[in-house]
């Protein structure tokens, strides 16, 4: 078994022994009790939505006594951090200038458009 699967195993079982006591609980209720939204809740129950860290982290809060496994498996997971280089969005953003000057030349005058365009393409260089 996927040791992300138990998570999910656990916040279902959880979910039943709740409504075997009351048979008015609900996933909305749950999710409540979790401190999720209901749209978080159930996407994740019904597989739309992956576990994130920080969905893991508020499961294992609250059901980490009753599942002590929850808050090991939180212990082993690291977030992922995305590196942006500077250079490539500032060139990007430069791409993205450059296509809007030209979109709009077509409207406004070729004139008016270049002298920007040409600035933009000596400051990507100079990168």
């Known amino acids: ?36 939204s209901i749209s978080t809740y159930s996407s994740y129950i019904s597989g739309k939505r992956e576990l994130s860290l920080s969905l893991l982290k508020k499961i294992s809060g609250r059901l980490s006594d009753l599942y002590p496994e929850l808050k090991a498996l939180e212990a082993t997971i690291e977030p992922q951090r995305v590196k942006f280089d500077p250079i490539e969005i500032k060139k990007e953003s430069y791409k993205i200038k450059i296509h809007f000057l030209v979109s709009a ?7 008016s458009a270049s002298g920007h365009i040409e600035r933009i393409r000596k400051s990507i260089e100079v990168i």
């Open 1 to 36: 078994m996927n040791q992300l699967d138990l998570v999910k195993r656990c916040v279902l079982a959880h979910f039943q022994a709740k409504k075997a006591n009351n048979k008015h609980y609900s996933y909305r209720t749950h999710a409540k009790f979790l401190g999720v």
């Open 105 to 111: 030349a077509g409207s406004h005058g070729i004139q």
